[in-house]
Structure formats: structure tokens, C-alpha cells
């Protein structure tokens, strides 16, 4: 199993390798959001902004739960094994987390402008 674990995280690896640039630009572009938003914006609209990133994410992460298995033309019925549910789900969360922690500096930003 943990050979499993071990080829699922060295695949994805060896997927975004190439696109490392586009990870790098994507990373500036939120740190600047981020000084910008931590500059113009008050705690409160912090924690105003956060529902409405939360349902971002939330969405994200059922959509990917959803359509990763039709995207890559599998079913639900070729989750067969543990691990293979837990990739999935997975997945699911960490993108509704990066949807979340990239969209909540913009959006605080965005309800103080």
C-alpha cells in the first residue's frame, strides 16, 4: 500500500514538474493580492470575506470530487480500493484549499475597493 501512496505522489510530481514556472508566476501573483489586501483591508473584512471563500472552496472541492474520475474516464465503480478513494478525496480537499487560500486576499480586497 505504501508503494501506492509512493507512485501516486511521484506521478503528480513528475506532471507538474514542467509547469514549475507557471507555479512560481501563480505564487507572485498571490503574494502581491495578499500585501495588497493585508494593506487596504481592516480584520474585519477578513472575516467578513471568509464565508463567501469558504463556499469556494466548499464548491471546488465537490466539483473535483465529482468530475476527476469522469475527466480522467473512470466511474465511482473503479474505486475499488482504499487507497484509491483517499487519492480522490484528497485531491478534492487540497484543491478546495488552494481555491480557498487563493481567492480569500482577492476577495478581501475586492469587498474593500
Known amino acids: 500500500m505504501l508503494y501506492n501512496i509512493w507512485m501516486s505522489i511521484n506521478v503528480v510530481y513528475e506532471m507538474l514538474l514542467p ?10 501573483a498571490w503574494a502581491a493580492t495578499l500585501v495588497l489586501a493585508l494593506k487596504r483591508a481592516s480584520m474585519s473584512q477578513w472575516r467578513r470575506s471568509l464565508p463567501i471563500t469558504a463556499l469556494f472552496g466548499l464548491v471546488a472541492a465537490a466539483l473535483t470530487f465529482v468530475f476527476v474520475p469522469i475527466l480522467t474516464h473512470a466511474g ?9 478513494w483517499l487519492f480522490l478525496i484528497g485531491t478534492a480537499v487540497a484543491v478546495g484549499v488552494v481555491l480557498m487560500v487563493a481567492t480569500w486576499p482577492g476577495l478581501t480586497w475586492l469587498k474593500k475597493t
Open 19 to 28: 509547469l514549475l514556472w507557471l507555479v512560481v508566476l501563480l505564487g507572485l
Open 76 to 84: 465511482f465503480s473503479d474505486l475499488y480500493k482504499f487507497i484509491d
